[in-house]
């Protein structure tokens, strides 16, 4: 099913799970009319929770989504992957995380700093650490086989990894940009093992529900990423929309000015195997 906006289908729910890149903003800037909609769904009495698989403390896509025209007035909380792995961190009671040294190599740009800050851990070199974190590439045009010499010393140390982001791929100008999820994907083909906190983890879904308080049958999940978005909420029980101008425009053949074109619709649902409940060109009423 495909559909202009989100004004056909409120009525069905109670709480909207919304991805952040891809589905509200670039990266860089809000979409038009991304803020409008946001509006509507308060006016119209729904509870709305942003779900990101960045690799950032909530508190800081607060600000960010700020500076963008989208402020905390629009939305009822914000959850990240990023804020998951540090509670993981802190609170060590996943086994996973338990058998973690204190010592890690940071695979990741300085700006992803805050992710750790506080915790009682230590950042080293690859050869005296216990473990990686990856939030991703340095640079925006970066590749994976960037980080491959870091990668095969993690390898041949059989450090486990953390992964803060799963997302492979985002849209940042128009363009992709690699995230951590395809530095992850790489190191567990490599025969690395890795822990991923965010979507399409059921459990970051279960968290999302308790702090909206809904149900799993009136809540809609909102993204722009099959793998992640629409297979993480599928797994979770719960009815999802796929928003087409994200990472999937070039396949989809997105345009502002049109629906999604339903033949493109169903070679993407075709090659992943999976559908999401609607498709829509845009975040909009």
Request: aromatic residues 8%.
């Amino acid at each position: 099913m495909t559909c202009r906006g989100l004004a056909g289908l409120a009525g069905r729910y109670d709480g909207f799970i919304v991805d952040l890149w891809g589905v509200l903003h670039d990266g860089e800037a809000a979409y038009p009319g991304a803020a409008v909609t946001l509006q509507a769904l308060r006016a119209a009495g729904k509870r709305v929770l942003l779900l990101s698989n960045a690799p950032r403390r909530a508190s800081l896509l607060v600000g960010q989504m700020a500076a963008m025209g989208i402020g905390p007035d629009l939305y009822d909380h914000v959850l990240s992957s990023g804020e998951a792995v540090h509670q993981a961190l802190a609170r060590r009671t996943d086994p996973f995380y338990a058998a973690l040294g204190r010592r890690f190599h940071h695979m990741g740009p300085p700006h992803d700093d805050a992710l750790f800050a506080g915790l009682d851990y230590q950042a080293v070199d690859i050869e005296a650490a216990d473990f990686i974190l990856d939030t991703g590439p340095w640079d925006p045009d970066a590749a994976v086989e960037d980080s491959l010499p870091a990668m095969e010393r993690g390898i041949a140390r059989a450090l486990p990894m953390v992964c803060a982001n799963p997302d492979r791929v985002v849209i940042h100008r128009g363009r992709p940009m690699i995230c951590a999820g395809a530095l992850a994907a790489r190191y567990a083909e490599m025969g690395g093992r890795v822990s991923w906190r965010g979507k399409p983890d059921p459990a970051i879904y279960d968290e999302a529900l308790a702090l909206l308080g809904t149900s799993r049958s009136r809540t809609l999940c909102l993204g722009d990423g099959m793998p992640t978005d629409i297979q993480g909420a599928i797994a979770a029980g719960m009815d999802s929309v796929l928003v087409t101008r994200g990472i999937h425009a070039g396949e989809t053949g997105w345009r502002p000015d049109s629906d999604p074109d339903p033949e493109r619709l169903e070679a993407l649902y075709a090659r992943f195997g999976f559908r999401p409940t609607a498709a829509v060109a845009a975040f909009a009423w």
